[in-house]
């Protein structure tokens, strides 16, 4: 439940300003359809999903959207200054921090739905793995050779520059994609890691005998995520990350003001989307006025 609605945000994010402010009074929808498509619940299941997920959103709509507005205007205003390793670190433990704000808050009600499945639904959502693994390997590439995997991750990176700040130059692109060559391949150890942690999922289904216990041990698989991780995955993810921060310190001292602007500019919208949407109805109604 708590990873549906992170995942409905990220999407309605990724897609525009615009779809952000039609799309997230609809979560509900996109919720229990992604849940629907994971589990295939039955009818009791469907309207008990979608009592608890109204109760979050309604939470985090009121509670969690003004503070997001407020971490991405720090998030504009650290940009604008020029980044510095201490700023992208900052970003990324803020992401983890509300991530463990909503795993705390919706956790009770994961686990209550989470208890009502049947071995049935349980092979539902191994298939439904099966299919979203199978798709990582086709775009990661994992089933092609060291280059064809390097060459891949720097499509996906030019893209994702791209979306934020606009065109890039030739020789931008050429310095990004030396520059992204030089990290670690880490995306087969991240595949084994999501396996892992989907066999970890199963077994912890298997002990639902006690609700209580159950919810609890939910929650902390939820916010331990890196407990259990292989070795290897382990210390080669953590220098990956620690070069990741370097490697985006170094793009952001190559863009023009024209793409740093670009960059801030739809950081504050998204801030002014997230002001607006957390508004409540009589506010709304008295701002119309």
Known sequence: MARTILLALLLATLAGCSILRLGYGHLDTFAVWTADDYFELDPQQRHEFLARFDRLHEWH?????????????????????????????????????????????SAEDAAALLLTLSPAQLDALQ??????NRRFVREFRLEGGLEE??????????????????????????????????????????????????????????????????????????????????????????????????????????LTPHQRAVAAHRLQDYSEDFTRLAERPSAQAATAR
């Open 61 to 105: 709509r009121y509670e969690q959207l003004p503070e997001y507005a407020s971490f991405l205007t720090s998030a504009r205003e650290r940009l604008q200054k020029g980044l510095a390793r201490e700023d992208v670190i900052w970003f990324v433990e803020g992401l983890k921090a509300r991530y463990r704000v909503i795993i705390n808050r």
């Open 149 to 254: 995997q390097r060459q891949a991750r720097a499509r996906r990176a030019l893209s994702q520059f791209r979306d934020w700040v606009g065109s890039l130059g030739h020789e931008q692109e050429q310095k990004i994609v030396a520059m992204i060559n030089e990290l670690p391949l880490i995306d087969r150890l991240r595949h084994e890691d999501r396996r892992r942690r989907q066999r970890e999922f199963l077994q912890l289904m298997e002990l639902r005998g006690d609700p209580r216990e159950f919810a609890a041990r939910l929650k902390h698989w939820l916010l331990n995520w890196e407990t259990g991780r292989a070795p290897e995955y382990d210390r080669l993810l953590t220098e990956w990350w620690d070069q990741r921060v370097d490697f985006f310190v170094a793009v952001e001292r190559t």
């Open 127 to 132: 298939r439904r793995w099966e299919k979203d």
